[in-house]
């Protein structure tokens, strides 16, 4: 059973620093790239950024690019979103997906960035 699981949301300052995880399981995660989305009420999923399978090729939204580094631990079959600098307009429901199979979907974990 695939399963991905999101940590490390939460509630921070403008301009403070957050780190997601997404901890996988139920496929050979080190086989297939990652990728985080993130999505506000109203509006349409979208893609912030995805890193290859070994983790050496990584690319971002315009929006994030520079402030968010992506990463990951394949033999903690983790991923990671750092973000840094954040803005009131990164405030989402940030979710982690992989390519395996049809696709999968994490359940989300919430940033709200607000002072």
């Known amino acids: 059973q695939v399963q991905l699981v999101e940590s490390g949301g939460g509630l921070v300052q403008p301009g403070g620093s957050l780190r997601l995880s997404c901890s996988a399981s139920?496929?050979?995660?080190?086989?297939?790239?990652m990728s985080w989305y993130r999505q506000t009420q109203g509006k349409k999923r979208e893609l912030v950024g995805r890193i290859g399978r070994i983790g050496g090729s990584t690319n971002y939204a315009d929006s994030v690019k520079g402030r968010y580094t992506i990463s990951r631990d394949n033999a903690k079959k983790t991923a990671y979103q750092e973000m840094n600098s954040l803005k009131r307009e990164d405030t989402a429901v940030y979710y982690c997906?992989?390519?395996?199979?049809?696709?999968?979907w994490g359940q989300g974990a919430q940033v709200t960035v607000s002072s």
């Open positions: 997906y992989t390519d395996y199979s049809s696709g999968y």
């Open positions: 139920g496929f050979l995660f080190s086989l297939f790239p």
